[in-house]
């Protein structure tokens, strides 16, 4: 492997399903990769046994590659670098512990959680940022046993020693941290398992990770992976942390702002290529002032060194603005299939008729959930008529033009082209005498139950003659039933 290849990796934790934010993360190593000719890997840090679900690392993987994200190492397709799943890389872990304790570089610590807790409280009692002040580093072999023969398991501590960590971070440039704000760190804890900070080094080292590209919020483990890849022997890769995705008031968007993850934009009818494209643009991480951009386009503009410097701000409403372009844009079976994979039992009985429906309504919808009752128009014999649509329809001029639509209707063979129903609409006006408002909206609300929806000439050209008969002396009862009231 040429020593200058781009490596990058996006390492979730499968302990709940997609954040947006990670989606995010993930989204801009795979732009870095598929921009540079780099590898893209995908390792899952799944060592909080507590909290790590093998049924969530299934989701994050469906909802990534439903994303459109693909990588080329991983822990289903496997690499060079494997295993690439944590709990299946306990060994390498023992082998660096065993260099950094033959190098004297750390100790057991034998506090309890409910030891350092108080010790944490007094140091906020006293005004002092909270660090681990080092009890357990200058036991004696004797205390150490002692403290074992009560049955006490030890973690082991990473040794800080005094001084300043440089990083120069490819977004926030230069960051200098004194390390006396740190204190001796946890890198194996009690039970055995190795902690964030020690195995995420081991493995990036290992799998030759050139750039970790991450969220702003590991910005200050940096400086402790830093004196780890300095203790191992390792040159530490390159750095980028990017700015967080924020709720509408400013802080990074979770459960209390509604949305948070993949998963709940797709069953709420988000294309994932409206997601990818929003979630990449959001910021200004991408140069230039497109706003919709095709995959290739989207790596082109991609820049890490931009990527999220600015705050990102997760707007809803501009996300289902962009949703609906793609939904305009997008092929109808592409439409149709992301339709499908919401799971719907209508799809599976008459797609091919379906297909022909999506190009007729997808113009007209922002969300995919809206495409079940636009379905239900071309359908349907029937159509459930809306309050507003009922109030138009008991107007005496209303029943008037759909008297006058009905009566034109009858006399036309085949009412199925544009020319067919312009002429219709012509006579309709010219009978009613009504145009305007006082014309379509009747029509429309006989023929489709709404005040808005698909292009009128869509529903005629793709309705028969008895259905739009029937829909009309339907509409007509409405108000007949209403004069009797
Ligand atoms: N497992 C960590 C997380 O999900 C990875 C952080 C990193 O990229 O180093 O936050």
Do not use: A, M, T, Y
């Given at each position: 492997m040429p020593a200058n290849k781009i490596r990058v990796r996006f390492a979730p934790s499968p302990t709940g399903k997609l954040h947006v934010g990670n989606a995010r993360t993930a989204l801009f190593n795979w732009l870095h990769a598929r921009k540079t000719g780099g590898t893209f890997i995908l390792r899952i840090e799944d060592t909080d046994i507590s909290r790590s679900l093998r049924h969530y690392e299934t989701t994050l993987i469906d909802t990534l590659r439903w994303l459109g994200i693909d990588w080329d190492e991983g822990p289903d397709i496997g690499g060079p670098f494997g295993p690439y799943r944590q709990s299946e890389r306990i060994e390498s872990y023992r082998a660096y512990l065993k260099k950094l304790t033959d190098a004297g570089l750390v100790y057991p610590c034998y506090c309890t959680d409910e030891e350092l807790n108080a010790e944490r409280q007094q140091m906020l009692a006293r005004g002092i940022a909270p660090r681990y002040s080092g009890k357990c580093r200058s036991l004696t072999e004797a205390q150490r046993q002692r403290l074992e023969s009560e049955g006490r398991k030890p973690a082991i501590r990473f040794k800080v020693e005094r001084g300043m960590v440089r990083l120069n971070d490819l977004i926030h440039g230069p960051v200098n941290f004194n390390t006396n704000l740190i204190g001796d760190f946890i890198i194996v804890r009690s039970t055995g398992l190795p902690a964030y900070n020690f195995a995420v080094v081991v493995d990036d080292a290992l799998m030759k990770v050139s750039l970790v590209i991450r969220g702003e919020d590991h910005l200050s483990n940096t400086p402790r992976q830093i004196l780890l890849y300095e203790a191992l022997g390792f040159k530490p890769p390159q750095f980028a942390h990017h700015g967080l995705l924020l709720g509408a008031d400013r802080?990074?968007?979770?459960?209390r702002h509604g949305v948070t993850t993949v998963e709940q934009l797709k069953e709420q009818g988000f294309v994932p290529e409206a997601i990818t494209n929003y979630i990449a643009w959001i910021g200004g991480s991408l140069s230039g002032s497109q706003e919709i951009l095709s995959t290739s386009e989207m790596i082109g503009a991609f820049d890490v060194r931009k990527a999220g410097k600015n705050a990102a701000v997760f707007d809803l409403a501009k996300l289902k603005w962009m949703n609906a372009k793609y939904l305009k844009r997008l092929p109808p079976e592409t439409v149709l299939d992301h339709w499908l994979a919401l799971g719907t039992e209508r799809g599976l009985l008459d797609k091919k008729r379906l297909l022909q429906i999506v190009p007729l309504v997808?113009?007209?919808?922002?969300?995919?959930?809206?495409l079940e009752e636009l379905f239900d128009i071309f359908t349907e014999k029937n159509v459930a008529f809306s309050m507003e649509a009922e109030e138009v329809l008991r107007a005496d001029s209303s029943a008037k033009v759909l008297k006058v639509m009905a009566s034109a209707l009858q006399t036309l063979d085949a009412p199925r082209s544009k020319d067919a129903y312009n002429a219709l609409i012509k006579e309709v006006k010219r009978m009613s005498g009504y145009s305007g408002k006082k014309l379509f909206l009747p029509i429309r609300a006989a023929l489709t139950g709404e005040m808005a929806g698909p292009e009128l000439e869509k529903i005629f050209c793709n309705l028969d003659k008895d259905t739009l008969l029937h829909r009309i002396e339907r509409a007509l009862e409405l108000k007949d039933r209403s004069s009797d009231i």
């Open positions: 802080s990074k968007l979770s459960k997808k113009d007209n919808i922002e969300n995919l959930g809206q």
